[in-house]
């Protein structure tokens, strides 16, 4: 019976130990399970919230490309043709005009905000835009008064080559846009 006694303490000891051991190897593989499950949680967020970034910058770029799109066309030589034919007012004009200025505000803090490599460009753009304004500005004014305006009128030709000079830049700066869109879709 002495012997009994302690192989019953052995035994007891013995599953105590093991129910030990399997709760430490259980908790650890719990720990691990966890540690992995949240660097895995933190991963998957990151590169959620990398695509959305990704997915908003190709939206402003998108955004950008269409204001630039409406200031040259606003601003070329078709349209400076159409007005001309529509006996537009000056007054017509200056709302048109303003109306440009709120889409080149828009652009200028695009540029200033999420691309600055582009403000130079944007800014640029924005005194040719004033500059075709005067000029266009004088020719509804000769018209008005009713001095002959045609392709030898010094406005009326600034205006014209000013036109030109806005659709060089604006076309440059939506390739400039077009190619860092690519670029973040790419590195995505």
Not at 37 to 63: G, N, P, Y
Request: hydrophobic letters at 40%; aromatic letters at 6%; proline letters at 1%.
């Amino acid at each position: 019976m002495e012997t009994a006694i302690p192989i019953s303490i052995v035994t007891a000891l013995s599953a105590l130990l093991g129910v030990a051991l399997t709760a430490y190897v259980q908790l650890r593989s719990q720990r691990v399970t966890q540690q992995f499950q949240l660097t895995s949680d933190a991963a998957k967020h990151h590169r959620e919230r990398e695509e959305r970034a990704r997915t908003d910058a190709v939206r402003r770029f998108s955004d950008a490309h269409m204001l630039l799109s409406k200031i040259a066309r606003e601003f070329s030589v078709d349209n400076l043709v159409i007005l001309r034919e529509s006996k537009i007012t000056e007054s017509q004009y200056d709302l048109r005009y303003l109306r440009a200025c709120g889409e080149m505000d828009e652009l200028r803090a695009f540029a200033g905000l999420h691309e600055p490599t582009l403000a130079g460009d944007i800014e640029r753009l924005d005194g040719q835009i004033s500059v075709f304004w005067g000029n266009f500005k004088n020719v509804l004014y000769l018209e008005r008064k009713g001095e002959r305006v045609d392709h030898t009128t010094s406005c009326y030709m600034n205006a014209h080559s000013i036109a030109n000079e806005i659709d060089a830049k604006a076309a440059f700066v939506k390739n400039r846009l077009a190619h860092l869109s690519s670029k973040l879709r790419n590195d995505g």
